[in-house]
C-alpha cells in the first residue's frame, strides 16, 4: 500500500476483553515498530520487529500483551484482559531495514478506550 | 542503552518569528540517527528533518534547520518564519544501528497569529 495502515482507528471495549490491533507496513519494508502514546505523552516503545522475528520485546509492559508477524508483513498487537490503563493511542512504524538512517513512516494508530 | 531527553514540554511562538526546540540524548553506539518528527492533531507523525552523526554539516529542510552539537550529544531544531501549520508536538528520536528508535517525550508548539 501507500502508507502504513492501521485498523480499527477507534475501538472502545469493555474491561476484561480481549482486542487485537492490526498493522500493515509498506510493502518492503523489513523494520515494524510498535509504540504506545497516552494522552498528551511521548511514544512508550513496545516491540519492535525485524522480519517475523522481534528482537527487542522490552518495551511490553505485561504478559497481557503480546504481538506477532507473518510473512514479514503484517503485525497484530494482541491485549487480553484489558485493563483502563490500557487505554492509550497504539502507533505502528515501519522502515525500510534496520540500521539505516531510513525514515521510519507511521500510521494513524488506533485509539484504545477500556470502559 | 539509549535515551532522549526534550525537557521544554511546551512552547510559544509568534507568527513569523523563529523558535528553537532542545533535544538532548545520549547512547553508547558510534553509529546513529538523529531525527526530528511532527506530530499534528491527526495524531500522523511526520518527519521534519534527519541527521546523520557522521555529518559534521548541520541538515536544513526549507525553513526547519538543526544545531547538531555532537560532543555536547545535543540536537535542537530550528523552525524559521513560523507558519500557523507549524503547530504541533514535535518529537526528537534517534536509533542506532542495530537498536530501536527511541523518542524524547515531546513538546507542544504553539503559534500565535
Known sequence: ?115 | AQTVTQSQPEMSVQEAETVTLSCTYDTSESDYYLFWYKQPPSRQMILVIRQEAYKQQNATENRFSVNFQKAAKSFSLKISDSQLGDAAMYFCALTGANSKLTFGKGITLSVRP
Not at chain 1, 510473512?71 to 534496520?98: H, K, P, W
Open chain 1, 1 to 115: 500500500g501507500a502508507g502504513v495502515s492501521q485498523s480499527p482507528s477507534n475501538k472502545v471495549t469493555e474491561k476484561g476483553k480481549d482486542v487485537e490491533l492490526r498493522c500493515d507496513p509498506i510493502s518492503g519494508h523489513t523494520a515494524l515498530y510498535w509504540y504506545r502514546q497516552s494522552l498528551g505523552q511521548g511514544l512508550e516503545f513496545l516491540i519492535y520487529f525485524q522480519g517475523n522475528s522481534a528482537p527487542d520485546k522490552s518495551g511490553l509492559p505485561s504478559d497481557r500483551f503480546s504481538a506477532e508477524r507473518t510473512g514479514g508483513s503484517v503485525s497484530t498487537l494482541t491485549i487480553q484482559r484489558t485493563q483502563q490503563e490500557d487505554s492509550a493511542v497504539y502507533l505502528c512504524a515501519s522502515s525500510q531495514f534496520q540500521g539505516a538512517a531510513l525514515e521510519a513512516f507511521f500510521g494513524q494508530g488506533t485509539r484504545l478506550t477500556v470502559v
